[in-house]
């Protein structure tokens, strides 16, 4: 498969050569493929929206070059094209969706629509005809002929949307498309996107910092500091062929890395060695046994078929382990699923103190930095619940917090465990005065 968009060591450096120089972008190389879902992701500052705007033409690059394959006109470095080529090459090629919604105010939704197809000098009756598809597809038919005050912000970005479209383009290029958006909105505008993608087979580069986006993804590239720091594969979607057949480390590191997306590269060797050597189970096991054991909890299987699919073959839909590990693993779950249901029944009898439990709970965390499971915060609510409540004493709540979680305790470092009994002491003396 052909690369669209080609980028090679490309450098965006501002007030080059002068005491205030900055080099937003440093030596990008890159390619992009026809139909690819691809997403620039890291924080404010870190040149994802500038490499962006290269891409699209808006951008000039001090160094390098930014190579587009065109139908009907091959490959083409943007650097190289007269300032008719590239207006030509906007109009035809790119369609973009910004944070800012840029519709001009005094035109209505519809005429927002179709402007570029007018700028364009596309024929009157095919852009009518475009213009009405797009505003049906995305819901804006009825507010045809607002102008963009009064649209809600979700319809504003559904009209952008629709002009970005309209010169019916081969790559659209959203910059934080979601970030004016309310949540309901943006999943709405994000899932318009998608579609685009899925359904329309159109390349789309997306730039976000938000990591609920990268599930979307085919490839994403992770930047920071003006550079790529590493390209993942998402192996849960579609994608071009050249991207099948990855060797199982490779797909470990890339869900690692779409897990913990803002891990430093150095962060994300640590887990890989983790996931190979401490580990009990591989990082694909794992993901296979949670799935199963969230079947269970949700009661969609029984405890016996656990065990069978703890045992049973990955092709059939397993984890292949051997059938002693497997009944050892269903016992285990098994045994602590009953006892989370007999810790929330007893929490429900305590409500107002198991609030209690949970700010000071949440207090310890900021103040410590610590980290804990579900069922360590689980056992540690129960057990401190029942100290405010007298029904264990000060030395039973430090043997609980303190107890490891294989045998029924909370798991919590002595340190952290002294300071939780600590504070809920003080608590209940305050009480007492």
Request: no cysteine.
């Given at each position: 498969?052909?690369?669209?968009?080609?980028?090679?060591?490309?450098?965006?450096v501002y007030n080059q050569g002068e005491p205030t120089e900055f080099r937003a972008l440093n030596n990008i190389n890159l390619e992009i493929y026809q139909g690819e879902y691809v997403v620039f992701f890291?924080?404010?500052?870190?040149?994802?929206?500038?490499?962006?705007?290269?891409?699209?033409?808006?951008?000039?690059?001090?160094?390098?070059?930014?190579?587009?394959?065109?139908?009907?006109?091959?490959?083409?470095?943007?650097?190289?094209?007269?300032?008719?080529?590239?207006?030509?090459?906007?109009?035809?090629?790119?369609?973009?969706?910004?944070?800012?919604?840029?519709?001009?105010?005094?035109?209505?939704?519809?005429?927002?629509?179709?402007?570029?197809?007018?700028?364009?000098?596309?024929?009157?009756?095919?852009?009518?005809?475009?213009?009405?598809?797009?505003?049906?597809?995305?819901?804006v038919t009825k507010f045809a002929e607002r102008v963009p005050a009064?649209?809600?912000?979700?319809?504003?970005?559904?009209?952008?949307?629709?002009?970005?479209?309209?010169?019916?383009?081969?790559?659209?290029?959203?910059d934080e498309p979601v970030g004016n958006l309310d949540s309901e909105n943006a999943v709405?505008?994000?899932?318009?996107?998608?579609?685009?993608?899925?359904t329309d087979n159109k390349t789309v580069i997306h730039v976000t910092h938000d990591p609920r986006h990268l599930q979307l993804a085919d490839r994403v590239f992770h930047i920071s500091d003006g550079e790529i720091q590493r390209v993942t594969v998402n192996h849960n979607v579609r994608r071009p062929s050249q991207y099948k057949g990855m060797n199982r480390r490779s797909v470990v590191s890339d869900k690692i890395a779409t897990l913990n997306p803002y891990s430093n590269p150095i962060e994300m060797k640590a887990k890989l060695v983790m996931d190979h050597v401490v580990s009990p189970y591989t990082f694909l096991e794992t993901q296979r046994i949670e799935s199963i054991i969230g079947k269970f909890l949700g009661k969609e299987i029984s405890a016996k078929r656990m065990q069978e699919l703890f045992d049973t073959s990955e092709e059939k839909g397993g984890v292949n382990l051997y059938k002693q590990t497997a009944k050892k693993l269903a016992d285990?779950?098994?045994?602590?699923?009953?006892?989370?249901?007999?810790?929330?029944?007893?929490?429900?009898?305590?409500?107002?103190?198991?609030?209690?439990?949970?700010?000071?709970?949440?207090?310890?965390?900021?103040?410590?930095?610590?980290?804990l499971s579900a069922l360590q915060e689980l056992r540690a609510v129960a057990a401190i619940a029942y100290r405010l409540s007298g029904n264990i004493d000060m030395k039973e709540l430090q043997s609980v917090l303190d107890e490891s979680t294989d045998k029924g305790g909370a798991g919590f470092h002595k340190r952290v465990a002294q300071r939780v009994v600590d504070e809920v002491e003080t608590i209940i003396a305050e009480v007492k005065l």
């Amino acid at each position: 498969m052909e690369s669209i968009v080609k980028i090679e060591k490309m450098s965006v450096v501002y007030n080059q050569g002068e005491p205030t120089e900055f080099r937003a972008l440093n030596n990008i190389n890159l390619e992009i493929y026809q139909g690819e879902y691809v997403v620039f992701f890291g924080p404010s500052g870190s040149g994802k929206s500038t490499l962006l705007y290269t891409i699209a033409g808006l951008e000039i690059p001090t160094t390098g070059k930014v190579i587009f394959n065109q139908p009907k006109k091959g490959y083409r470095d943007l650097s190289n094209l007269s300032e008719e080529e590239l207006v030509q090459f906007h109009q035809e090629f790119v369609g973009m969706i910004f944070q800012a919604f840029y519709l001009i105010p005094s035109l209505s939704a519809e005429e927002n629509i179709s402007l570029p197809a007018v700028i364009y000098g596309a024929d009157k009756i095919q852009r009518d005809k475009s213009v009405q598809s797009l505003m049906q597809r995305f819901g804006v038919t009825k507010f045809a002929e607002r102008v963009p005050a009064k649209l809600s912000g979700g319809q504003q970005q559904r009209v952008a949307i629709a002009r970005s479209l309209v010169n019916n383009p081969s790559i659209v290029l959203a910059d934080e498309p979601v970030g004016n958006l309310d949540s309901e909105n943006a999943v709405i505008v994000v899932d318009m996107i998608s579609d685009l993608n899925k359904t329309d087979n159109k390349t789309v580069i997306h730039v976000t910092h938000d990591p609920r986006h990268l599930q979307l993804a085919d490839r994403v590239f992770h930047i920071s500091d003006g550079e790529i720091q590493r390209v993942t594969v998402n192996h849960n979607v579609r994608r071009p062929s050249q991207y099948k057949g990855m060797n199982r480390r490779s797909v470990v590191s890339d869900k690692i890395a779409t897990l913990n997306p803002y891990s430093n590269p150095i962060e994300m060797k640590a887990k890989l060695v983790m996931d190979h050597v401490v580990s009990p189970y591989t990082f694909l096991e794992t993901q296979r046994i949670e799935s199963i054991i969230g079947k269970f909890l949700g009661k969609e299987i029984s405890a016996k078929r656990m065990q069978e699919l703890f045992d049973t073959s990955e092709e059939k839909g397993g984890v292949n382990l051997y059938k002693q590990t497997a009944k050892k693993l269903a016992d285990q779950v098994q045994r602590v699923a009953d006892e989370i249901v007999i810790l929330e029944k007893e929490e429900k009898k305590h409500i107002p103190l198991r609030e209690q439990a949970l700010q000071l709970l949440e207090f310890i965390r900021e103040n410590d930095d610590i980290e804990l499971s579900a069922l360590q915060e689980l056992r540690a609510v129960a057990a401190i619940a029942y100290r405010l409540s007298g029904n264990i004493d000060m030395k039973e709540l430090q043997s609980v917090l303190d107890e490891s979680t294989d045998k029924g305790g909370a798991g919590f470092h002595k340190r952290v465990a002294q300071r939780v009994v600590d504070e809920v002491e003080t608590i209940i003396a305050e009480v007492k005065l």
